[in-house]
């Protein structure tokens, strides 16, 4: 089983939305579609996947102002912690001041929590809960990969000052999750280009881990 990630950069504040699937197969989900719905469809259908499932990694807006679209396109539903459920019903308090947005909340989802799996064909994904930088953010783990949504960045890490954040509750999901997975660990955050557990634990300048 060979598992594949396609990474589009998408939306207002250029989300990495991620398609993972397996290649054999073709069956995969979509992590946080923020934007440009139609350009994320078209990209499945060149690709020829079957979608399962979309997954937020957190409820703010520039990552699930797709979910819609994509839904409708693929037949799938949402999947996101129920600690950011209500962000779906708070999306029009997100926007950003003179941007022409339309959301619609998605026609179908599911709540998932800390230890399920997201399963789709091939595809085992544990649910990592890493609370902080909103109250419902999630990171998906297979061994060898981490899909950190706004948890971690290449150096950096995600906002603690937007409604729901706590930094405390921040520094715990890195430091005490996500450090303790394996250092080689390629971790595709939200934002920015990619890295690696190891390289965060030595580099990050919020949770440099001293020898």
Not at 105 to 128: A, F, H, M, Q, T
Request: charged share 25%; net charge negative; hydrophobic share 35%.
């Amino acid at each position: 089983m060979t598992l594949c990630v396609d990474t589009l950069v998408v939306g207002p504040m250029s989300t990495n939305c991620y398609l993972v699937y397996e290649r054999e197969s073709r069956m995969g989900v979509v992590i946080d579609p923020g934007g440009e719905g139609e350009r994320i469809v078209e990209r499945i259908s060149e690709l020829k996947l079957q979608i399962d499932l979309v997954v937020n990694t957190h409820g703010h807006i520039d990552h699930i102002l797709a979910d819609y679209e994509v839904v409708e396109a693929t037949g799938s539903g949402v999947a996101i912690h129920p600690a950011d459920e209500f962000m779906f019903a708070i999306a029009w308090d997100q926007f950003i001041p003179d941007m022409d947005i339309d959301f619609k909340v998605p026609s179908r989802y599911i709540l998932v929590d800390e230890g399920e799996y997201i399963c789709c064909g091939g595809i085992n994904l544990k649910i990592i809960y890493t609370p902080g930088h909103s109250p419902g953010g999630i990171c998906l783990y297979r061994q060898g990969e981490l899909f950190s949504g706004d948890t971690l960045f290449f150096e950096g890490v995600g906002r603690d000052d937007l409604p729901g954040g706590d930094w405390e509750e921040l520094r715990r999901s890195v430091t005490e999750k996500l450090f303790r997975l394996p250092a080689d660990t390629k971790v595709y955050p939200g934002h920015g280009p990619p890295t690696t557990i190891g390289h965060e634990m030595a580099n990050n300048p919020f949770f440099r881990v001293k020898d």
